[in-house]
């Protein structure tokens, strides 16, 4: 059964700061690994899709990391803001039901706040 | 482009009533999945639909039901409601099947 960890459950960092969020998961069987943010009673919003035959993907300030084979996805967010406060949620995509690619598994998220 | 739509987005039932949810997705999108959030079991997966058909299921009673329009357009039913069954449910919709989700804002669910 695929579990999704993420470590730490909350930081907070002064602004200007560059940080890494870490997530680990136990079954390396992936297609794809999924960064979401999410703000104090919202949805879910989408940062950044890493396939599994890809290492990394980068969009402005925020670059994500995949190793499948040590079942670990890094997220690095360069020169922190205040407006990055939020919950970062890893979810992976297993193969387990089938392939479909609707059943993400999430970690419990890492709360960040970024302090003015 | 219009997001991925939920309505309603509050909503307060009493123990034993039943709720429906509803989701637009991205206009396109053809697979539409629901989610439960709870503070205490995070993000949990309670089924998928494409074209019409459920494709895939989550650890949920039966209880739990759903479908999916023509259209896309997708709704998911609650019956006997239970006080453990407040939550954010939340719909996620994607172009293909190994593409990117993309969730809407979510119902709250809050059970009495």
């Known amino acids: 059964k695929q579990e999704v960890t993420q470590i730490p459950a909350a930081l907070s960092v002064p602004e200007g700061e560059n940080l890494v969020l870490n997530c680990s998961f136990t079954?390396?069987?992936?297609?794809?690994l999924q960064w979401f943010r999410q703000d104090p009673g919202k949805g879910l919003t989408s940062l950044l899709l890493?396939?599994?035959?890809?290492r990394e993907q980068t969009s402005g300030r925020l670059n994500a990391s995949l190793d499948k084979s040590s079942g670990r996805s890094t997220l690095y967010i360069a020169a922190s803001q205040p407006g990055d406060s939020a919950t970062y949620l890893c979810?992976?995509?297993?193969?387990?039901?089938?392939?479909?690619?609707?059943?993400?598994?999430f970690g419990k998220g890492t709360k960040l706040s970024v302090k003015p | 482009k219009a997001g991925v739509t939920q309505t309603p987005r509050y909503l307060i039932k009493t123990r034993g009533q039943q709720v429906t949810l509803s989701c637009s997705p991205i206009?396109?999108?053809?697979?539409v999945s629901w989610y439960q959030q709870t503070p205490g079991q995070g993000l949990q997966f309670l089924f998928e639909?494409?074209?019409?058909?459920?494709?895939n299921k989550g650890n949920f009673p039966g209880r739990f039901s759903g479908r999916q329009f023509s259209n896309s357009r997708s709704e998911m039913n609650v019956s006997t409601l239970e006080l453990g069954d407040s939550a954010l449910y939340l719909c996620?919709?994607?172009?293909?099947?190994?593409?990117?989700?993309?969730f809407g804002e979510g119902s709250r669910l809050t059970v009495l």
């Open positions: 996620a919709s994607s172009f293909t099947s190994t593409g990117e989700l993309f």
């Open positions: 079954d390396s069987a992936i297609y794809n």
């Open positions: 890493i396939q599994s035959s890809q």
């Open positions: 979810a992976v995509s297993s193969d387990y039901y089938g392939g479909s690619q609707g059943n993400l598994i």
């Open positions: 206009s396109g999108h053809r697979s």
């Open positions: 639909y494409f074209s019409e058909t459920q494709r």
